[in-house]
């Protein structure tokens, strides 16, 4: 069964603590092309500790023949002292058996600052009853916490030990941009560490990324040779306008143009939409690819948004997915409306599936204040990977969970900043810049 992830940043008022809605079990529906009927497709259930943080997720899907939900995955967390996770169990259900069986286990260890310095992830083989490494990544970090290198390893089975594979290592700024970054591969026939990519960046005074410069290296030659180059232009208000990338061309020696992505917004500073076209080498000219509409409601949270995929066969739009969000009076997210597959024959989407939140009130550790005019966060919802911080100041950021414990810090750069906020579970959790906290829903 597949999880729908959804991210929404709301903003409350009043320097003070108040209930916040706990997200406990997610339903998850679908609808016959045409059909206003729900019929039942899954659920996600959210098991919380003392704290508020969240300890178990329980995946069950509908059987039609039981009239009933049945248990599919199961992932327990744990957490250390200081509210980091440092294990992540995940189990299925055997129906034969009733009992839970092991899969998946991922453990972190942190650094007194709260930074992630290894990972690694294991499976569960049945057949020794014992779990065997897949991945593991090591982190370094300098004294202003910026990430200056990692090490990826994989477990070689005929020796029982874990294998480089490859690393990253990073350089920085006296402004903690990230002006450099070397990729190098482990070569485990010489036991030595060969170049293979290298990525430079240059910021403007108000220390956003504008250009971004990527490089392959070429063994043959022992060269470094252009591969991709990255423009970005920004508007008056600093938002990301424009992205611009070219490729190498090795035989010509030249850059040639490949894609462009436009970004628009409204007065409030929302993206109302995103726009990519591909450069045609055949014919020289620029060719629509996709667009994606963004509508909010009267709160300026995302109401509506909606994909658009281009058909050069009649020069035209088609649709191509939309997703629609539902809040209760509090702004909280309570509902959300996935459609895709657009059936031209009928001008409807085949697949509808739908998720309503089940909430719990709760008091909330942490004080939410008014937002303050040199700071926005968006989109809102993210439905991506990413969380976006627009920043007038440079300053700090911590992402919390609900319990107040600290997961996540870093340095924000006057401009765009972008979060990476793919490693967190489901749950309820909060951006705190300065002495303002945000809240963030993952589902």
């Avoid at 045609?280 to 996709?290: K, R």
């Avoid at 409306?337 to 509808?352: E, F, G």
């Avoid at 008091?363 to 991506?384: F, G, M, R």
């Amino acid at each position: 069964m597949k999880k729908l992830f959804t991210l929404t940043v709301l903003v409350l008022s009043g320097f003070f603590a108040k209930a916040i809605c706990r997200i406990d079990t997610v339903f998850s529906f679908e609808f016959a092309p045409g059909s206003t009927v729900k019929m039942n497709r899954g659920r996600i259930i959210n098991n919380y500790d003392a704290s508020n943080r969240m300890i178990q997720v329980i995946d069950q899907y509908w059987d039609n023949a039981t009239s009933s939900f049945i248990k599919d995955t199961k992932t327990n967390i744990i957490y250390d002292a200081g509210g980091n996770v440092i294990e992540e169990l995940s189990q299925r259900w055997d129906g034969s058996t009733s009992v839970w069986v092991n899969g998946y286990k991922r453990t972190t260890q942190y650094n007194a600052t709260g930074k992630d310095t290894m990972n690694m992830e294991e499976t569960w083989f049945p057949s020794t009853s014992s779990w065997r490494g897949t991945n593991k990544r090591t982190a370094t970090y300098d004294a202003s916490a910026n990430p200056t290198g990692m090490t990826n390893y994989t477990w070689d089975v005929a020796t029982s030990a874990w294998q480089h594979t490859y690393r990253q290592k990073n350089t920085f700024d006296a402004a903690n941009n990230r002006i450099s970054g070397l990729t190098e591969l482990w070569d485990v026939t010489t036991g030595i560490w060969n170049n293979f990519s290298k990525g430079t960046y240059t910021y403007d005074a108000s220390n956003r990324n504008i250009k971004t410069v990527n490089e392959r290296w070429n063994p043959t030659s022992s060269v470094w040779q252009n591969s991709t180059l990255i423009y970005y232009t920004y508007n008056a208000a600093g938002k990301l306008e424009e992205f611009f990338s070219s490729q190498w061309n090795i035989s010509l020696a030249t850059w040639e143009s490949d894609v462009k992505q436009f970004h628009k917004y409204n007065a409030a500073g929302n993206v109302v939409k995103d726009s990519t076209v591909n450069y045609d080498l055949f014919f020289g000219s620029w060719e629509n690819t996709e667009q994606t509409g963004y509508s909010y409601n009267a709160a300026n949270l995302l109401a509506e948004k909606k994909n658009e995929e281009w058909h050069s066969s009649t020069s035209s739009w088609r649709n191509y997915g939309m997703d629609t969000y539902e809040y209760n009076g509090s702004n909280e997210l309570i509902a959300t409306d996935q459609y895709s597959n657009w059936n031209t024959a009928i001008s409807m989407y085949d697949n509808h599936y739908r998720s309503e939140n089940k909430c719990t009130d709760i008091p909330s550790s942490i004080k939410e204040l008014v937002a303050q005019n040199d700071l926005k966060i968006y989109p809102n919802p993210v439905t991506s990977n990413q969380l976006f911080i627009d920043s007038k100041t440079e300053q700090t950021f911590n992402l919390l969970n609900l319990g107040g414990q600290f997961l996540q810090s870093g340095n924000l750069k006057k401009g765009t900043n972008t979060i990476n906020v793919s490693g967190l579970s489901s749950g309820l959790y909060f951006i705190k810049v300065g002495i303002e906290a945000r809240r963030v829903i993952i589902q």
